[in-house]
């Protein structure tokens, strides 16, 4: 059974990563579905396993299944259980997940990709505490607390037909959102050194040397699409690569794309026609652009627009904008925001 000493730490001190885990001490004594939404590698499933720790369901059971990892008829069998003949291969009888999770949590990863035969029969146990195993006459009554987790938009989705609109009522007695690691940068350096110093233990080594101030920027500047996960990973490469080449100093090198290569393609050059110029080129309209270039491009525009209607106060702006100073002097740098001169 899992306990919370199999679980990674969360780590954090920044008001949003704060303000997440007060949210999840006052859902968690609540005994009804919650549904935790965020983008990848921002630690669903950590949350989801401290919403059934920290709930008076602590003791029992904690099911966990991946609803992206199985086929329709597999994730059926496994979140209902099947009796011995009701298909080809099923020669005994499977107790499925919500059985073996009687009295405990289930948290359903990924739940956007459950089919509809599928989310029917999670409404009926949402409902109902009650379902039956593929093949079987006998319904069968479970107590179980249900976790939902995805990075999908569920409320379009239910929209377009593609998720039951009456299982998201059901579900979304609580939501949990996660903040996205760039909106957390207080904690960048925090989860680099802990990402950092655990690679150099299981590398044998008894101590990291830190970061250098361009390593530093490096991972103070970029956006993390892939959130904490990302940073883990380029963390560890980096400290990796540092002990592998006897470097001792400080690692000050981050390599954000482990793709790039001197061999890469540059991307084909389009042709210019004379009618037109850069200007017409930047204002691509933001269906082109990527979904960082438009981010980026936003909080540019709502830094400068809260500066400029602020004569540039920046303690004036960073209230506008609901940001702390230093938040507010962390965006300038990274959008090279500078006073424009008298």
């Known amino acids: 059974m899992l306990s919370p000493d199999d679980l990674p730490p969360l780590i954090g001190q920044s008001p949003e990563f704060l303000a997440l885990l007060d949210r999840v001490s006052q859902v968690a004594p609540v005994e009804r579905p919650v549904l935790v939404i965020g983008e990848r590698g921002t630690g669903k499933e950590l949350i989801a396993a401290r919403l059934h720790f920290l709930s008076p369901r602590w003791a029992q059971a904690y099911v966990r299944v991946n609803c992206a990892a199985l086929s329709e008829d597999l994730l059926e069998s496994e979140l209902f259980g099947h009796e011995a003949g ?37 409404l009926r146990v949402v409902e109902y505490g009650e379902f039956e195993r593929i093949g079987g006459e006998k319904t069968l009554k479970t107590d179980v607390r249900i976790a939902g987790a995805t990075h999908a938009d569920l409320p379009a989705l239910a ?19 996660l903040p996205p690691l760039r909106a957390r940068w207080e904690d960048i350096p925090i989860l680099a ?9 299981e590398l044998g080594r008894d101590r990291f040397a830190g970061f250098g101030m361009n390593a530093m920027r490096t991972l103070m500047q970029h956006d993390w699409p892939g959130n904490v996960r990302e940073m883990k990973n380029a963390v560890e490469r980096a400290v990796s690569r540092a002990i592998a080449t006897e470097q001792d100093g400080p690692v000050d090198v981050i390599e954000l794309n482990p793709f790039a290569h001197p061999w890469t393609p540059a991307p084909p050059q389009q042709p210019k026609d004379g009618a037109e110029d850069d200007s017409e080129s930047a204002a691509a309209p933001a269906a082109a652009q990527s979904f960082g270039a438009q981010v980026s491009a936003l909080e540019r525009r709502l830094l400068e627009d809260a500066l400029h209607q602020h004569g540039w106060h920046q303690g004036r702006a960073a209230r506008a904008l609901g940001l702390s100073y230093d938040q507010l002097r962390h965006y300038m740098r990274k959008h090279a925001i500078k006073r424009p001169a008298a």
Do not use: C, P, W, Y
Not at 96 to 106: D, P
Not at 193 to 201: G, L, P, T, V, Y
């Open 159 to 177: 929209r377009d037909g593609k998720f039951r609109a009456d299982l998201l009522d059901r579900l979304a007695f609580e939501v949990i959102a």
């Open 193 to 201: 050194q802990h990402f950092a110093q655990a690679m150099a233990r």
């Open 86 to 122: 009701a298909f080809t291969g099923a020669r005994t009888r499977h107790a499925g997940r919500f059985e073996r999770a009687n009295g405990g949590t289930i948290f359903l990863d990924e739940i956007a990709n459950a089919s509809l035969r599928v989310q029917e029969k999670i």
